[in-house]
């Protein structure tokens, strides 16, 4: 068994910060991209308020195309677009780049299911009124989807939580890298125990938040 000694909860401690510095900042970066995107395929789908087929056809290939390939494939492929970008392709500040390209497409189609489980029926009626297209969507769509893009973030949450766990198998830094490089390369199963544990919690945390707060909203808007 490995000695628990100072040095060791200290770099449990930093996996853990570096973790959710992967995470929190990958998610927000992810929405940047994602939630604009999912917007656009929303408005731009058939049944949309700007139907635009042409558009849509595209940008639904791309995101499935990037949304089928493997996190640990796109990893590697994009080394050099993360050098370019941050000056490094490994530790935590070198996931990121990644973690935002694969999320991104994933939090797009959350978004754009979000959106087209509005009712039409409201949509309708601000249209009826003479609301212009942007203002359906600020004041209409994104308000008459709150409940289920705050569910949205949660899942979102959890996956690139995975991801960046992932990660650790590259150099990532974070949890996964500790249980890759003391679990698996030094037979700690200890610390492997740990680290899943942690991530666990870590999930369940932000998960049980993310309900509440969407159970609030919802409670309020009925």
Not at 72 to 89: A, D, N, Q
Request: aromatic share 10%; hydrophobic share 50%.
């Amino acid at each position: 068994m490995f000695n628990w000694d100072a040095t060791v909860v200290n770099m449990i401690l930093k996996g853990i910060a570096e973790t959710l510095y992967m995470t929190c900042v990958s998610t927000i970066f992810g929405y940047v991209l994602g939630l604009p995107l999912g917007v656009l395929c929303a408005v731009s789908d058939k049944e949309g308020i700007r139907p635009n087929q042409p558009l849509y056809r595209v940008l639904d290939i791309v995101i499935n195309i990037v949304r089928s390939i493997p996190f640990l494939i796109l990893l590697i492929v994009l080394i050099p677009f993360t050098r370019f970008v941050v000056g490094k392709s490994y530790g935590s500040t070198g996931t990121i780049v990644p973690l935002v390209i694969s999320a991104a497409p994933f939090i797009a189609r959350m978004v754009e299911s979000s959106i087209k489980e509005v009712d039409h029926g409201v949509v309708e009626a601000a249209q009826s009124m003479g609301a212009s297209n942007w203002t359906i969507i600020r004041k209409v769509l994104l308000p008459e989807s709150r409940v289920s893009l705050i569910t949205g973030v949660t899942i979102v949450f959890g996956t690139v939580l995975g991801y960046s766990a992932m990660a650790g198998t590259v150099g990532g830094g974070g949890l996964g890298d500790i249980a890759i490089r003391y679990g698996y390369y030094r037979y700690q199963a200890d610390i492997m125990i740990v680290t899943v544990i942690l991530l666990v919690a870590l999930t369940q945390i932000f998960q049980f938040a993310g309900m509440k707060l969407a159970s609030k909203l919802d409670r309020r808007r009925a």
